[in-house]
């Protein structure tokens, strides 16, 4: 990397939600950096705000106050249509909860991003299926998106986020409705994603053995950032965590 | 997202709610169904009127009693008695001082015509010979009745084809009597089959000498028109003023005003007016019925477009996360709305056209109107384009709705 100026840098992020009585503070006096290539991995106790740091992150969402720098640019800056366009190229989000369309068919829902894409619709079904072979549901091309099960939705949706290049990958908890079994596939398929294919990966888990995948874990309580190390025995893609 | 995309899918959701579709337009389907139904109806309305104008013949000025109606529910013209025997004779007298070529006076009044136990309610008219002579037609057999008869008030009838079949079943007509308010007529003539000429049909007509007619017949000694020919159809419009000035002094009306007239005077030019006129009418009448329910039917569309939009709140987030505009949302609704309506339009067109269709079968048929039935293309493109800019005006709401949606918020919502 030539610059200094690191992928994602934030000051001071604070996030309420609600107002008067009812106010939570989600996130507050949260500093780092992420350097690009990087894979970190964000724990913490369900409610502590991993998904709220997360969905700022991926623009999906704006900070009550401080600020985001993503590529040296503060976010308030970038205009609506900008930040569409950021969602759609250059990040890719896995969701917790999937959110796939469900009276889709797997391709439909991996040709979704590819839509609002400036990519030519001749070539829309060639990277669909190649995504989807690259999470290994060939044989699930055509089957709505309902049928399938909570292991192949999860891969669905991560070829959904693969599907346009992007070079930030967000996943929030993609293990956590998964078996052990499906749930190794997806962290060897997101390990890759880092070690072989040099995407940012930012991972939410509250497991320990997942989150040991990244070279690096933040770890928050109540909304504040009370640790952020470096991992020091980070496991290989293939490593089996399930015991 | 390109164009062709947006309308994919919104085709594709349209499908997805089909029934919901459906009743969604059918307030924009009724809206230019009444269009396409109405404008077809003014339009044969008018095109039957125009053929039974331009029947009578351009040379054709008719003299009525009372002023020119001011509108189709001005009926004064019924209800005067202003056009004598003595008008008729001084039009006769001087017919080739005026330019005319015939004179013809007219007393009609729908009677029942009784042959043994047959019946028929016949369209009786009091005239003279000349009267055919207007119309263009010959009895087929026998005779129509003499000036001589006319005077001589006889007891003579010439009569339409239905009159004969229905009368005279199985028999001979000529030469028989028939009974008409107790009167015996004798048969002299009886006319081919004609239909409709000008504006009666001649198969249901009943021919009788006028002062036979007012005598015994219809109790009044006035006319309900007289009917002139002119020797030349360029001399008509100069011919109608000369004749009001004729009735004029006839009349003993000094002044030169319209509204102390008690005639007027119409020519085949004017008829062609007052069908324009009828027409106007009809037509925002149509308006005026066709925005109601247009408009009706664009709330309607609003309702459901908004119902549509919270309910795939989710899709609406999901689509933003992935790289959807603001734009493109919107875009997608508003394309689903005008689809919607447009289609409802399309259906509307059709079932109007069928609509108008059936009815110009039945009209014809049943009422023995020439009737045709035509398709009103302006209507149909006019209500085609209302029909998309309905839904074009009555989605914004819904797409804005959509479109200010937090994608976060939105993948929330349960
Ligand atoms: N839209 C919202 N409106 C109000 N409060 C919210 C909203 N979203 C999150 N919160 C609150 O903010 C806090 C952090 O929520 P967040 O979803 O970020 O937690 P999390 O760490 O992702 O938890 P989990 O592990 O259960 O997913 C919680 O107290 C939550 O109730
Ligand atoms: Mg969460």
Redesign the interface.
Known sequence: MKTKEPLIRLENLKKVYGEGDSQTTALLDVDFSINEGEFVAIMGASGSGKSTLL?IL?F??KQTSGIYYYGGKNNLHFS??QL??L???ELG?V?QAF?L?P?ATVLENVL??L???DEP?SQWERLAREAISAVDLNHRVDHLAVSLSGGEKQRVAIA?ALV?NPSVIFADEPTGNLDSVSGKKVMEIIHKLNSLYKRTVILITHETSTAEHAERIIKIKDGRVVSDEAVKNRRAAEDDYSK | MTLKQTFKIAAKSILAYRSRSLLTILGIVIGIASIILVTSISAGAADLILKQVRALGGKTMVIQPGQDPKGPGDFSELFTDSIKEKDYFFLNKEKKALDLLTVAPVILETLSVQKDNNFYRANVIGTTEEMPQILDVAPESGFIFSEEDVKAKASYAVIGDEVRQKLFPDSEALGQKIKIKGKNFKVIGVFPKKGQVGFLNLDEVIFVPYTTGMSYLFGRNYFNEIILEARDEKLVPSLAEDLKGVMRSLHDIKTIDPDKDDFHISTQQEALERVGMITDILTALLLAVAAISLVVGGIGIMNIMLVSVTERTKEIGLRKALGATNSDISLQFLIEAVLLTSAGGLVGILMGGGLSFLLSVILSFFLKLEWQFIFPYTGAVVGFVVSAGIGLLFGIYPARQAAAKNPIEALRYE
């Open positions: 969905h991926g999906l969402d609506e249509p569409a366009a969602r759609n190229k989000f969701f959110h369309l009276k979704l991003p839509a609002y894409s619709e959904r346009n």
